[in-house]
Structure formats: structure tokens, C-alpha cells
């Protein structure tokens, strides 16, 4: 069967919060010295992480990681313990930090997200957006004008399930109107984007690489299906 329509993941898929240096300046450990590339790359990697789990909790703090995607309060005090366990030395730096995470303007689309969504819309090709998340990020899409080629936003802080629940999946199919083996999900988790094919969705996987070397994955998912 063709595609009909294609949903993306967005953290890891569409967009990536960078590691850059400028993000990092001014993070300063408990022994005066600047972080490094490799810690502040882990820092990154814990907080960007679709599923993996990279420090413990006490029993509350359990809960708010588990439930973290779905309520705003819980999300930050779940990434507040992460930063701390990491090595981010004040409430201060954990802040900032933390205030980058959810802005959706500090994330930076893939090369290929622009020519994607064109592409797809050109054709007639409803696309959703799916994420694990605690904060809109319509924003990345407006301000690039990018929110007219997405006809679907499901987030799981708005919907109240997480994926792979097919809770997620199921209203974004929904919302666009389509049959679950008439679409493909596109994502950077095996184990959470994968959950589509619970309903029977196609499923494929793209690598959370940085963007600068991950210019075209999307482009080159998209060349392997019949859309129609």
C-alpha cells in the first residue's frame, strides 16, 4: 500500500538541540574549571535522550522522570536532577540550561526538514508531528514558516499519553484523518517511534546525528516508499 501520510518525531528527527560551545560558556564545575567537550556532549546526550535513563532517583524523583513528558512541573524537576547528577554545580547554571532545553527556537532543524515538508505538502501529503514532550513546539515551525505544511501536532504533554503508548499514534492518525497501514512513521527511537507499528503503521528509523552530518536521511527514508 502507498503512503498517505507521514508523521515525524520531532527531538532527533526534524530538529536537534546542538551541543555547541556557546551553550556551554559559562558552565563551571565545583572545582573552578570550565567543563570540557566531553562532559558538556554527556550533558547533552542526558538531556536529549528519547527513553534511556542515564542517572538514578529516589522514589519521587522516579516518578517525575517516569511521567516527566507529560506535565510541565514534572519535566522540570525530573531534567533539575539529571543537571545536578551531571556535574552542573549551581541552580543557576541548571536553569539556563534547562530554559534551552525547552525553548523551541534554540533547536536546529535537520538540512533536509525544509525540503521534506515541501516536498510532502506539494503532493498533497498530510504530515503529523509526534513527540515525547513537555513544551509547544509549533514555535520551531511557525517562525519558519513551516506550521502551514504540518496539518497535525501530537504532543504528549497536550494529549496525556506518552509513546509508545498507541494512545499518541492513534490521535495523530486521527487528527489527519487516515488509516494506521496507510502511514509511515518516521523517528530516532526504535522502542518509542516504533510503537506505531502497534496499529500497523510502517515505521523507519533516522540516527539523531548532529546536523551537520546528517544532511538528507529524511530525503533518502522518503525515496524507499510509494507515496500516494
Known sequence: ?????????????????ED????????????????????TAEIMRRMTAPVEQYVQFDAEGQ???????????LHRKAYAEVLRQSGVP??????????????????TPY?????????LSAQRIPVGVISNIAFDVRPAFSARGWDRLVESF????????????PRIFRVALEQ?????DAALMVGDSAEADGGATALG???????????????DALLRVLQQYELG
Open 201 to 215: 503503521c510502517r515505521f523507519a528509523l533516522v540516527d539523531a546525528l548532529p546536523t551537520a552530518e546528517r544532511p
Open 63 to 73: 516518578i517525575a522522570w517516569e511521567r516527566r513528558d507529560l506535565d510541565p512541573q
Open 20 to 39: 555547541d560551545q556557546s551553550w556551554a560558556d559559562d558552565l563551571i564545575g565545583e572545582d573552578g574549571q570550565p567543563f570540557d567537550v566531553r562532559e
Open 176 to 180: 489527519l484523518g487516515v488509516r494506521a
Open 1 to 17: 500500500m502507498t503512503v498517505s501520510a507521514v508523521l515525524f518525531d520531532f527531538s532527533g528527527t526534524l530538529f536537534r538541540l
Open 154 to 165: 501530537a504532543l504528549s504533554f497536550e494529549i496525556g499519553a506518552i509513546k509508545p503508548d
Open 111 to 119: 538540512p533536509d526538514t525544509e525540503d521534506v515538508l515541501t516536498s
Open 90 to 107: 549551581t541552580v543557576r547554571q541548571s536553569e539556563r540550561l534547562y530554559r534551552r532545553l525547552i525553548d523551541p527556537m534554540a533547536w
